[in-house]
């Protein structure tokens, strides 16, 4: 007999991220761990996203204008405004456990 467990397949829909950097210092600190939802790859403005950039995973706050997206990061006053179709959503992030605790 074959016992499928129900929870399974939830979990199949997680990855676990480690944070490096300090790009989105206070909200994600160097060191944290990250759980992201990959199946959620619709953009709510504002929310935390990890994602394909530039060759890089790159941890940020997505702002949707239409077909334009705007990387944020908090610890700084940067904003990268770039084409939709130029990244590529790995998932949202679901939670946030910090390092410290």
């Known amino acids: 007999m ?6 399974s397949e939830q979990i199949r829909n997680f990855k676990a991220y480690t944070m490096r950097g300090s ?3 206070p909200t994600v600190n160097e060191g944290d761990f990250l759980v992201v939802d990959i199946n959620q790859k619709f953009i709510i403005s504002g929310d ?3 994602i ?6 790159v941890v940020c706050r997505l702002l949707l ?3 334009t997206v705007i990387l944020i990061f ?6 990268i405004e770039e084409p939709l179709h130029i990244i590529s959503i790995i998932g ?3 939670e ?3 390092a410290s605790e």
Do not use: L
Not at 2 to 7: C, L, Q, V
Not at 52 to 57: A, K, P
């Open 92 to 94: 949202r992030v679901i």
């Open 65 to 67: 204008d239409r077909e």
């Open 48 to 50: 935390i996203y990890v």
């Open 2 to 7: 074959i016992y499928k467990n129900e929870d």
């Open 96 to 98: 946030i456990k910090k």
């Open 23 to 25: 790009n989105m210092s």
């Open 74 to 79: 908090d610890a700084t006053k940067v904003e």
């Open 52 to 57: 394909t950039y530039e060759e890089s995973i």
